[in-house]
């Protein structure tokens, strides 16, 4: 077994994908329409979903609004240079909600942003 994605339900599938591809660098791996069901998918990632664990953007159409819930927390992304990373995706737009610095009681160095559906994504600095 592996973990195959993640989905995420989206209000503008056009800005989510640019948010993912633009800002996080993951490249658009395929997209389906199902005109019956009037939803679209998209996937994106960091290599072919063959390799490695992808997200599915989900954009039922019509819908304007989702309630995410308490349960899910957040999506997390190795980064060689967190503070860098941080910078490169405040000047492209992107809400950062925990600047960089260590996580409570460790040493392992983090932030914050969100998408632009409000779901977190943690930037974990890779090595040292």
Not at 63 to 74: D, K, L, V
Request: with cysteine; aromatic share 10%; glycine share 10%.
């Amino acid at each position: 077994m592996r973990l195959l994605h993640t989905m995420l339900r989206v209000t503008d599938l056009d800005r989510s994908i640019a948010f993912y591809t633009d800002l996080l660098g993951m490249t658009l791996l395929r997209k389906r329409e199902n005109t019956q069901y009037r939803y679209t998918l998209a996937f994106v990632g960091y290599a072919d979903e063959s390799e490695q664990a992808v997200i599915e953007l989900t954009y039922n159409w019509g819908t304007h609004s989702y309630e995410p819930g308490t349960a899910f927390g957040h999506i997390a992304i190795g980064v060689d240079n967190l503070h860098q990373t941080c910078e490169t995706l405040r000047k492209g737009g992107a809400r950062i909600t925990r600047e960089p610095g260590p996580v409570k009681g460790g040493t392992t160095e983090i932030a914050f942003i969100e998408d632009p559906d409000g779901y977190k994504v943690e930037l974990i600095q890779q090595g040292t």
